[in-house]
C-alpha cells in the first residue's frame, strides 16, 4: 500500500464536514466524493469517455458479481479490472457482504429455496455459502476468498469482508453480527498481505447496526487496527437510512482524522449535505443510474419546487417542452436535448433514454459534491447548504 | 427547393458507380452515401454527439412512426425534427409506404385483425387505411398528408407516397401498384408546392416489382417529372432482393444522369460494392445497428474468415479475448474496448453493449462507404471491390 495515502486539506468550522486528497496509483480523488456504481464493471449505459467528460473521480465494481460472471479467471487473464473495463481512473470494490445478503433476502432468491428456509444465506465463523442469483449454483466466501478476490480484481480501494445485517436487527444479532465482522476484519488485514497488491488498500468495516454502544464500539475497534481507510455498513439498508444521521453522529467521532471515511450506499440528495457535515470524505449510491432509467431525471429543488429532487420526463405535461431538465445544468444533455426529445425516447423504450437521463443525473450529483467542495474550501459550506436546500 | 442540388463529381469506367455531392440545406452529403436508419428519431443508442464522431452524414427517420409517436402535433411545435432531435445534419424522411404495408403484414397486426381479414390495410385510389402497429387505432394515409407530414418533419429530403407490394407478386398486381404510385406521385408533386419547406426535396418512386418491362416503364416515367432526385423501392422487400442486381439493371440506365438516387432499405456488405457498381448514390439500411444488438459485430471477411461479415461477440470463445473487435479498425470502440469486455457486457445484458457494438457496426460501414468514394475518386473501384470482396 505504499501508494495511497490521505491528506485532508480543509477544515469547516461549524460541523465536521472537510476537504481532503486520496491519493492512489490509478489518479487523485478529492473529497467529499461522490462514487456512481458500476455494478456489473460498468456504470449503466455509461461508456468510458462518458465517464471521462463527467469528471467521474472514481467508480465502484461489486466483487459479487464479477465473481459469478465474468469470473475472476477472466478478469486476471486481462489483467485486472481498469484494464478489463479500459479506464484508468481510481476503482473501489467491496466485500460481496452487501450482496449476499440482501440478494439472500431478495424474492428471486426464494423461489430457489425452499417455503421453510427461504434465505439463501448460511453464515457461520469461517464465512459465508450463499446461492448465486444468476443460476442458484453454491458459493461461498471467507474473509480471504474476499480479500483474494479483491487482489485480482485489482481496485485501488478494496473493502474488508464484513455481516451485513438487516433493520431491524435484535442488540444481540447486531453484537453478534458486529463482533463476526471485526474478527473478519483482523483475518482480512492478514489475508491482504499476501493477496492484495502493493497500491491497493483495504478499508475496515464499521458495523453495529444502530445502536450506540455497538457503533461506538465497533468505530473504536476497527480504528485502532491497520486499515489505511475506514468505512461505515449497514446504513443504506432497509429502513435503517433515518437512522443514518445518529450513526454517523456515534460513529464518525470515533475514527481518526488522518484516514479516509466511506459511507457505503448512501447519497440521495437529501442525505448528502448530511453525511458531508457529519465528516464522511466519500460516498456510493446508485440512485443516480436507477432513477435515470426510469425516467427520473434531478432537478434543483428550490427552483422546480418538485418533491424528492426529480421531474418525471415520461410524463405527458413534457411532451412538448422545449426546455433542457434542467436549464442551469450545464451539462451535454442539457445543454443539447429537450424535455421533450427526452419525453420521446423514454415512451418509445429507445435505449439512449436511459443514457441522457443517467448521464445528467450522474452529472447533477457529481457536480454538487464539486460545488461542495468549492463551498467547504470557501469557508461557506453552512451557507451554500442553507441556499441550496 | 432552392437549396437542394447534387453533382457528380467523378465516374468510375468500368461500372456504372460515381461518387457526388448533394447539397442540402443542413450540409453537404458525399455520394455513394450510407444512410443509417433513425426508426424513431433517434439511431439506436447512439446519441447526436457520437453520431458526429462518427462522421455520420445523414440519416433515415421514418414517418409513419413520427406520425403515430410522439405525434405531428409535437414535432411541428418543436420547429421540425432537426430542433426536435438537436442535430443539424441532413436528414431524410419516408412516404409511410413501407412501414403501412410490412406492418399491415405483421403477425402481430393479425391478431388485431379478424382471421378471414386479417391484413390491416386497404387500399384505394385515394390512399390506404390502417391501423396503428402500437394501439391497433384506425388511420389513413393519402399522397398529401404524407407529403404535409413530412413537411412539418422537415427533413431535407422527403419521399413520394408508395405502393411497396410483397414479394412474389404477380405481374398484373404489380402493374397495378406501380401505376397507383405513379397517380400517386403526380399528387405528392402537387402537393409539395405548399406542403413542403422551400428547402426539403421530393424523391419520386420507381416501383414495378420484379419485373423488367414495369421497371423500365416506372423508370421512365418518374425520371419525366420533375422530382429532384429518384428512391428505388420495392427491393428490400421479402425474397426481392435476390433480383436486386436486376432490379439496378433495369432501372438505372433509364434515370437521368444528374439527379440522385437512393435505394431503399438495402445494405448489407454483399450488397454495397454491387449497388454502388450499379449506379446507386445512397441507400439506408438497419443493418449495422439491428446486428449489434445482437451482438454481431462487423469484421473484414478476408481476413477474419467468416461468413456474413461479422462475428457473434457474445460467444464464449470472446470471453478472455483482450483484442478490439477488428485490429485494424480505428473506431472509438475498437481503440478503447476488448472482445472480452463487450463479451460480458452482452451476457450480463448491460446496456452499454448494444451502444458499443452499434457504434463499431455504423462506423464499420460508413468508412467502407468512404473508401469506396476514395477508390472511385481514385479510378480503382472495381481493385478495391475484389481486394476487399
Known sequence: MAKFHFEVTKKDSLSRARTGVIFTEHGEIKTPAFVPVGTQATVKSLDNSELTKLKVQIFFVNTYHMVLRPGLEVIEKMGGLHRFIGLNIPL?????????????????????????????????????????????????????????????????????????????????????AMERTHRWGLRGLVAAQNKLKDYQALYGVVQGGIYEDLRVQSAKYISSLDFPGIAIGGVSVGESKKEMKSVLKWVIPNLPDEKPRHLLGVGEIDDIFDLVAAGVDSFDCVMPTRLGRMGRTLVQNSKFKVQSWTIDITKAEYADDKRPIDEQCECDVCKNYSRAYLNHLFRAKEPLAYKLASFHNVYFINNLA???????EEGKFSEFRKSYL
Do not use: M, W
Request: proline letters at 3%.
Open 92 to 176: 473501489i470494490t467491496d466485500s460481496t457482504g452487501f450482496q449476499i445478503f440482501s440478494l439472500g433476502n431478495s424474492k428471486r432468491l426464494k423461489i430457489i429455496g425452499n417455503e421453510k428456509e427461504p434465505k439463501l444465506v448460511k453464515i457461520n465463523e469461517d464465512g459465508v455459502i450463499f446461492r448465486s442469483h444468476l443460476d442458484g449454483s453454491e458459493h461461498s466466501f471467507t474473509p480471504e476468498k474476499s480479500i483474494a478476490a479483491q487482489g485480482i480484481l485489482g481496485a485501488d480501494i478494496a473493502i474488508s469482508f464484513d455481516e451485513c445485517t438487516f433493520y431491524p436487527a435484535s442488540h444481540d444479532y447486531s453484537k453478534a
Open 370 to 376: 464539486g460545488e461542495i467542495r468549492k463551498s467547504i
